[in-house]
């Protein structure tokens, strides 16, 4: 399906989830279980953060083998996430890939207080998610945003999510290709702790 099919499927989706209209599946997972055996077409990749509060299938509402979903603290889009998205997008067409980042996302803010205190020894593997952070949101404490910690995160989290899309689309030659010539489109999203809204921010497509 298209991207912006797909889009939509992922609102509308998101909206049974906040009014909490969702379908209950039971037995039919049995079935769908059954039916995967032979093959999938996830019709969107979701690049989203580990955190246990943002699991994209529920926030969506989607069912086993709807989504293909990389999760990782930060929803950072090193090599490893790169060529997650490049497999789903060449062996199995799909068309939409979303960057879901999601408000007060404890990596961005670690990545925040580690340059407050000009600190280089975050804990040491989490240092390479760091890394791919600090680029994206590092340049906000130089603004008067410094001064309002609630406001500075919500932009971090937001410049996090676009720095993701942005190496999404540059940084692999498939998915650029992809994008040029077969309609692939690569998009930012916050989910709402607060609220279970998702907002789609960056890049959406508007035709199909």
Not at 6 to 19: I, K, S
Not at 34 to 58: K, T
Not at 76 to 90: L, N, T
């Amino acid at each position: 399906i298209s991207a912006l099919e797909a889009l939509e499927r992922l609102q509308n989706g998101n909206r049974r989830f906040v009014t909490d209209a969702q379908g209950f599946r039971g037995v039919e997972c049995e079935v769908r279980r059954s039916e995967l055996l032979a093959g999938q077409e996830p019709f969107a990749v979701i690049l989203g953060c580990s955190d246990s509060r943002a699991p994209a299938e529920i926030v969506f509402d989607q069912d086993l083998g709807d989504l293909f979903v990389i999760r990782v603290a930060g929803n950072i889009a090193a090599s490893s996430q790169i060529g997650s998205v490049e497999f789903a997008v060449r062996e199995f067409g799909t068309r939409l890939v979303v960057v879901l980042g999601h408000s007060c996302c404890g990596a961005v803010q670690a990545t925040l207080e580690g340059l407050r205190r000009s600190s280089d020894s975050p804990l040491q593997a989490f240092g390479a998610i760091v890394d791919r952070i600090r680029p994206a949101v590092e340049g906000l404490l130089a603004t008067e945003l410094r001064h309002e910690p609630e406001a500075l995160l919500r932009h971090a989290v937001r410049a996090n999510v676009c720095a993701s899309v942005e190496r999404l689309r540059h940084g692999s030659d498939l998915l650029e290709r992809a994008t040029a010539e077969q309609g692939l489109s690569v998009v930012g999203a916050e989910y709402s702790l607060q609220t279970g809204v998702v907002d789609f921010f960056e890049g959406v497509p508007t035709n199909g």
